[in-house]
């Protein structure tokens, strides 16, 4: 099979605190999971989901340990409708593994195993897979954690360029301070923003890859590289889109929910916008269409939900 929309980097489970502010060193305390994850994989199972109505292929590119955590990831991308025929067993080391904690002020704290979630390389890569790829998603996670992953993430764009001179490259920076410092950072990024098509960040992250203070200049600073569209990520505030058009920027705002979990909302988000945006639907019906998807997400515990595209037209009103 050679999918529509690929995904590829780290695959994990999350084991996450059940209550807000209760720290990883805390004896006896209640942990949740294992939860599916690793935020290249939210992304293409959110994809997937909503591409069943316009008949979009979904595959993804990673490794996992011959466990039982690699199991349920497995199953999930599959039970959802994505390929999972190159994802690569490793029979050495164990599956990736993330313990979460929450904090009443919307921070989060990690403790990573890194198991076998950093292992992709350029030689999974294969080039018969994107023969009939039009659109490439990449993470910026994938790109930190480790050089052979991120080796992998430059050789995929280059095939997926080559087999398609106009396959859409989709950029989710994931900035991870904690992994890499800044320059670095902007180093093994900027290959990508070379290529990218539709960048997809947080403010946060738009000032750092822009190096400008204030949102609005740091997205006009990233258009001028190139890059067609930039949907700016904004969380319980929705998101804005700006093009190279010199038109002005639109903000789409969210809907009101209960926060559950908002843990791989971006990343839900992205995956409903990338399929929405590849059905030809115009950018504000897109945008909408994919903030409801992340406000479905923040109601359910776990990063992956089960949400259809049905449940999120239903949702929105629309039937």
Not at 120 to 129: G, M
Not at 254 to 262: A, G, H, I, K, L
Request: aromatic residues 8%.
């Amino acid at each position: 099979m050679s999918p529509n929309i690929i995904s590829f980097g780290e695959l994990l489970v999350e084991i996450m605190r059940k209550d807000v502010n209760i720290p990883h060193s805390k004896v006896g305390s209640i942990y949740k999971g294992p939860y599916p994850s690793g935020a290249p994989a939210i992304f293409i199972d959110s994809a997937a989901r909503m591409s069943r109505p316009f008949n979009f292929s979904t595959g993804y590119i990673g490794v996992v340990g011959n466990d039982a955590f690699g199991e349920c990831i497995i199953n999930k991308l599959q039970i959802d409708g994505v390929d999972i025929s190159q994802i690569r067993i490793d029979t050495t080391k164990t599956t990736g593994i993330a313990f979460n904690q929450y904090n009443s002020d919307g921070t989060r704290k990690f403790i990573f195993a890194a198991g076998a979630a950093g292992d992709l390389s350029p030689e999974d890569i294969k080039r018969t897979y994107f023969s009939n790829v039009k659109v490439l998603h990449i993470m910026g996670s994938s790109l930190a954690i480790s050089p052979s992953s991120r080796d992998a993430c430059y050789k995929a764009i280059k095939i997926a360029k080559e087999e398609n001179p106009r396959v859409i490259i989709s950029f989710d920076p994931n900035i991870r301070p904690e992994m890499l410092d800044i320059e670095e950072i902007l180093q093994i990024c900027e290959p990508v923003l070379k290529n990218t098509d539709i960048l997809l960040p947080s403010r946060e992250e738009a000032e750092t890859l822009a190096q400008r203070e204030g949102f609005e200049e740091a997205c006009y600073t990233l258009l001028k590289k190139n890059i067609s569209l930039i949907l700016l990520k904004q969380g319980s505030k929705g998101c804005t889109i700006y093009t190279n058009k010199d038109e002005n920027p639109i903000h789409i705002p969210s809907y009101e929910v209960n926060e559950v979990d908002p843990t791989g909302a971006g990343d839900s988000f992205g995956g409903a916008f990338i399929v929405s945006y590849l059905a030809g639907w115009n950018l504000l019906d897109a945008a909408r269409f994919s903030n409801a998807v992340g406000a479905l997400k923040v109601q359910h515990f776990g990063p992956m939900p089960d949400t259809t595209y049905e449940t999120v037209l239903k949702f929105m009103r629309i039937i």
